[in-house]
């Protein structure tokens, strides 16, 4: 039980952790791809589960076991309008940073080697106001998955 708590103690804004099927059953229905009912989304949208801890981490939850795969969601409040001419572009460069390794997958090599291992499609991205992370694998990884996404939060190597 120690180790998931730690998943959740680091200071990052808000880490998200989202069923695929959740995304994708809000526009379709079923494998028809038939617009769905209100009725339908609005319970899904019930579903989501938010809770903010003590140190501002803000955590989400919507399950939905139609697809036995989850995403696994980080998104942290940066980017330009928190960077000066001095740190100018230094969100973005971080974000590209991020899948090259960390202390627990030290290099690119080995990081892409447990990416196939998991199953795992990942990718990022740098707006004005966030830089948004995320891994998408099957469900049995999840906890494999938050392992990977907290190594790379907590110890990047550049």
Do not use: W
């Given at each position: 039980?120690?180790?998931?708590?730690?998943?959740?103690?680091?200071?990052?804004?808000?880490?998200?952790?989202?069923?695929?099927?959740?995304?994708?059953?809000?526009?379709?229905?079923?494998?028809?791809?038939?617009?769905?009912?209100?009725?339908?989304?609005?319970?899904?949208?019930?579903?989501?589960?938010?809770?903010?801890?003590?140190?501002?981490?803000?955590?989400?939850?919507?399950?939905n076991d139609r697809v036995p795969l989850v995403t696994i969601?980080?998104?942290?409040?940066?980017?330009?309008?928190?960077?000066?001419?001095?740190?100018?572009?230094?969100?973005?460069?971080?974000?590209?940073?991020?899948?090259?390794?960390?202390?627990?997958?030290?290099?690119?090599?080995?990081?892409?080697?447990?990416?196939?291992?998991?199953?795992?499609?990942?990718?990022?991205?740098?707006?004005?106001?966030?830089?948004?992370?995320?891994?998408?694998?099957?469900?049995?990884?999840?906890?494999?998955?938050?392992?990977?996404?907290?190594?790379?939060?907590?110890?990047?190597?550049?």
């Amino acid at each position: 039980m120690r180790q998931k708590k730690s998943l959740i103690n680091f200071p990052i804004c808000f880490i998200a952790a989202l069923s695929l099927a959740f995304l994708a059953g809000c526009a379709t229905s079923g494998i028809t791809g038939a617009p769905r009912p209100i009725d339908q989304l609005k319970t899904d949208l019930d579903a989501l589960k938010v809770e903010t801890l003590d140190n501002g981490l803000t955590l989400m939850l919507a399950e939905n076991d139609r697809v036995p795969l989850v995403t696994i969601v980080i998104a942290v409040r940066a980017g330009a309008f928190v960077e000066d001419e001095e740190y100018d572009g230094l969100s973005h460069l971080y974000e590209h940073m991020f899948f090259k390794g960390n202390r627990a997958i030290p290099n690119q090599e080995a990081y892409l080697n447990r990416v196939r291992e998991l199953g795992m499609s990942f990718n990022g991205g740098t707006s004005t106001e966030v830089v948004m992370y995320y891994f998408t694998l099957p469900s049995e990884n999840l906890e494999a998955g938050l392992r990977f996404m907290y190594d790379a939060v907590t110890g990047p190597l550049f």
